[in-house]
């Protein structure tokens, strides 16, 4: 894979601008080749990792024939005289006697000998205390491995852990899982002009990324801290290099945001050359979120880093997160690229040219329908905080009405579930 060390900014500018769905796959493989080291963490502790092996049973599942209704364990025809009880958690002893039977309860060891089970709403009891009662035809207990056998693969490396996988690996008897590691990240806010707090006044602008980025970069797996955000940094290449060498220090993924076009206060590109980084992807031909970049240094301990450049703008900058940060992160943590589901367009959505577009759109779940939203300028937000994701019409194309366009999810908010 070629990819242009930072001493050839000016030229790599002056190149065409990657096609957008060529810098996602290109930014993921190279995640991939940097993937994350493998950790043993408790069951409780991996939600939100993913899966380093494949996850087997260690078991037949079930391990054990296993009752699936409350009643009574039968040998032979009835009635059936009392023997003994079995709850959940012994290890009977096996029915010998034909006519003989065992109360037996929902999730209990059946005995062996068990001809049957009769559920105990289904029974009655004679004057002598026998059991009385038909079973029915179909078995009322689980086999041995009638979930998955012993060795049998459930899950694939790559797997995101939620609490389902954590209940499966704890059903099969895992303590720990190995995991690839969370991404360190840190964000670095360039832009002096930016106010950290208060209204927009007397030509300055609030900063909305150094507070909104990391709750992002949070849903898409990554650690990240109120002490590793940093900014707004001084306009100076000085103040860059010294920013982002000590955010590398201890982040996997710098981002960054600003500072990625070639202006007189634009030190971004000078500080990666300067830090000896190579450009990943430099530039994609994207609308909006054009001057991004994706940049790879290797550190004195042989760790490989990434500095994400994202636009100032800030819809511009959830545009190249989406775009490139996502793919990488799921390179880091061993994950596949993400497929993108396809939606039918409910309303137009121009094209871009020999850009491809990324359009804001609101999803109607149920009609697999997707709509436009206002309000979607580079410089706004309104229009993402009412939007599920961003329609994907191509290159020289437009999206009609009708026609189909997958669709880039943006991370769920907090408390929402998957459709």
């Known amino acids: 894979m070629s ?8 030229h790599a500018v002056a190149s065409p601008p990657a096609e957008w769905a060529e810098a996602r796959s290109r930014v993921h493989a190279v995640g991939l080749a940097a993937a994350l080291p493998v950790v043993a963490r408790p069951l409780a502790e991996t939600d939100g990792l993913t899966l380093a092996e494949p996850l087997t049973a260690r078991t037949d599942l079930p391990a054990f024939p296993t009752a699936s209704v409350d009643g009574w364990a039968v040998r032979g025809a009835g009635p059936w005289r009392v023997v003994g009880r079995v709850l959940a958690g012994s290890t ?8 003989t039977t065992v109360e037996i309860a929902t999730g209990a060891m059946v005995p062996e000998g068990t001809a049957a089970l009769l559920r105990i709403e289904e029974s009655d009891r004679t004057s002598d205390a026998r059991v009385v009662g038909t079973p029915r035809s179909a078995p009322e207990w689980r086999q041995p491995g009638e979930e998955a056998h012993a060795g049998e693969q459930l899950l694939p490396a790559g797997t995101s852990v939620d609490p389902a996988v954590i209940g499966l690996a704890a059903s099969c008897g895992y303590d720990t899982l190995p995991v690839r590691r969370a991404p360190r990240a840190a964000l670095l806010v360039f832009g002096d ?6 209204p927009p006044a007397a030509g300055r602008v609030r900063d909305a990324l150094g507070p909104s980025l ?3 970069l949070r849903r898409y797996g990554c650690e990240i801290g109120p002490s590793d955000v940093i900014g707004p940094v001084e306009d100076t290449l000085p103040a860059h290099v010294a920013a982002l060498r000590a955010a590398l220090a201890d ?5 960054t945001t600003g500072g990625t076009m070639h202006g007189p206060v634009d030190h971004l590109h000078p500080a990666l050359q300067e830090l000896g980084a190579e450009y990943v992807v430099n530039t994609v031909a994207v609308r909006p979120g054009f001057p991004m970049l994706l940049a790879r240094l290797t550190g004195p301990d042989g760790r490989v880093r990434f500095v994400a450049g994202l636009p100032g703008n800030p819809q511009s900058a959830i545009v190249a997160l989406v775009s490139l940060v996502a793919p990488l992160l799921a390179g880091l943590q061993g994950r596949r690229l993400p497929e993108l589901p396809q939606v039918t367009l409910a309303e137009p959505v121009p094209g871009r040219g020999d850009y491809t577009h990324l359009a804001l759109v609101r999803l109607d779940r149920v009609a697999g329908t997707a709509h436009p939203v206002r309000h979607v300028g580079s410089a706004m937000l309104r229009g993402l905080a009412g939007a599920d994701g961003f329609a994907v019409i191509g290159p020289g194309g437009s999206g009609e009405v009708g026609s189909r366009v997958p669709v880039v999810p943006l991370p769920l908010r907090s408390g929402e579930r998957a459709a």
């Open 251 to 255: 982040a996997e993924l710098v981002c």
């Open 214 to 216: 990391p709750a992002w």
């Open 92 to 99: 009977p002893p096996p029915l010998t006697e034909d006519g």
């Open 3 to 10: 990819t242009e060390t930072a001493a050839t900014a000016d």
């Open 193 to 198: 002009e930016l106010l950290t707090a208060g």
